[in-house]
């Protein structure tokens, strides 16, 4: 048996959020999505995304998009050491997208966003709810109704553009506002986001305008590829507006490496082109190409490898951090926290968009009455702690000299067992 009707506010309209607030819509529970960006135009950030089982499985049941294509296929994951020599291949069933295809698709299916990524929306069922997405909204504030008897929680928000504040009455608040959560610092102010102590330059290159050899490396893989004590991810994933066609999917590129966040060299690269020295991310067309050219000159990179990496037109970098809130329900199961809200979980691990598929599914578990809101919460903890240390580790491992020092075989052998506890 299903709960009755819900009015219910999502916090932040990125995938997290919208992931629960398809789920819930399909519920037939009014969803009313705030977001605090000014416009539904969004950019990722050349950031990509492995759809390991928790997303494929939403999008199996959830995405009404499906003859559009918009992935990549990556069929084995390739390790090599700085040589780029081989050393271990591990197949995998699986596909990689990027932030912006999701968020297009998922809008799509939440509430009818016509876009150059979703040219067609699916149509609207009888069953569902009412959905809504509002931009430009910041929230301030969450606290109980002790006054009426149905105990509903009020949320204040400003509107930006207008700087009025507003109120609403709602049955449950999801909070789905990311690594900067205002909703979790509001509940739990002694929850910190820690710089982590290295960084992550990105980039991609178009596959038409990548050097024939690195194209052959990285096509259908996803490669790993250890440099010093820094180590590259890259991938390929759907090119402008979605497009998966070979020679126009991009070929995206992510770089680990060291910074002490005291160094002038942490500084130069967290400064951008303006002069402005950002906390955590430097965007697309504004990193100093004096940094960028200074990460590239710090490692020996073996000549093909640089010879793509000359090919990035807009990097970015971003300092690498994490966060574990010591709970995810407040208010007597009225208030939760999602996806990086509840956890923010290092990049490299790869796992963002499947914990947040994670909590949608389990919830949806909770709205059909199958599990209750504290078995939802253990599930959303263990998975977020497991994955947070497995964040330290696998950076630590990469990230240092012992990678270096196993030589061919012994990265074959490191792989293999690894892999197993990383994505599967």
Avoid at 59 to 78: H, K, N, S, Y
Avoid at 239 to 258: H, L
Wanted: charged letters at 25%.
């Amino acid at each position: 048996m299903a709960n009755p009707k819900q009015n219910i506010l999502i916090v932040g309209g990125s995938l997290a959020g919208l992931m629960h607030g398809i789920m819930l819509k399909r519920l037939g529970h009014n969803v009313r999505i705030l977001e605090q960006s000014n416009e539904s135009i969004r950019f990722g950030q050349a950031a990509g995304i492995g759809l390991m089982a928790q997303p494929q499985i939403f999008l199996d049941r959830f995405d009404d998009l499906r003859d559009q294509p918009a992935f990549c296929p990556a069929r084995e994951i390739g390790w090599m050491d700085d040589k780029l020599d081989f050393a271990q291949g591990t197949k995998v069933p699986w596909k990689i997208s990027s932030w912006d295809v999701l968020y297009y698709r998922l809008r799509a299916n939440f509430d009818g966003y016509l876009s150059s990524y979703a040219s067609e929306v699916p149509l609207k069922l009888e069953s569902d709810g009412v959905a809504v997405f509002e931009v430009g909204k910041k929230v301030i504030k969450v606290h109980e109704d002790k006054v009426s008897t149905d105990r509903k929680v009020i949320v204040n928000y400003v509107d930006l553009p207008t700087g009025e504040e507003h109120s609403t009455s709602v049955d449950l608040v999801i909070a789905a506002d990311g690594a900067n959560s205002t909703i979790r610092q509001l509940l739990s102010p002694e929850t910190k986001r820690p710089y982590s102590g290295y960084v992550a330059w990105r980039g991609t290159v178009l596959e038409r305008d990548a050097p024939e050899d690195f194209l052959r490396l990285c096509t259908d893989r996803m490669l790993y590829i250890s440099v010093g004590t820094s180590y590259f991810t890259i991938y390929t994933i759907p090119g402008e507006n979605g497009n998966a066609t070979p020679g126009d999917r991009f070929i995206n590129i992510v770089w680990y490496s060291n910074l002490d966040a005291a160094s002038s060299e942490y500084a130069a690269a967290l400064t951008d082109t303006d002069g402005r020295q950002h906390w955590w991310t430097v965007p697309p067309g504004k990193v100093d190409p004096k940094a960028w050219e200074a990460q590239k000159e710090r490692y020996a990179l073996p000549p093909l490898l640089r010879k793509t990496l000359d090919k990035i037109k807009k990097p970015l970098v971003t300092a690498v951090s994490d966060a574990l809130a010591p709970q995810a329900r407040y208010m007597g199961n009225k208030v939760v926290l999602v996806g990086d809200a509840l956890c923010q979980i290092r990049p490299n691990v790869g796992s963002a968009t499947t914990q947040a598929a994670l909590h949608c599914l389990e919830m949806e578990k909770v709205f059909t009455r199958e599990q209750d809101w504290e078995s939802w919460e253990r599930k959303a903890l263990r998975f977020a702690t497991e994955r947070k240390m497995v964040g330290v580790v696998f950076a630590q491992s990469w990230l240092t000299d012992h990678v270096k020092y196993l030589g061919i075989e012994g990265i074959r052998q490191w792989a293999a067992s690894v892999t197993s506890l990383l994505f599967m």
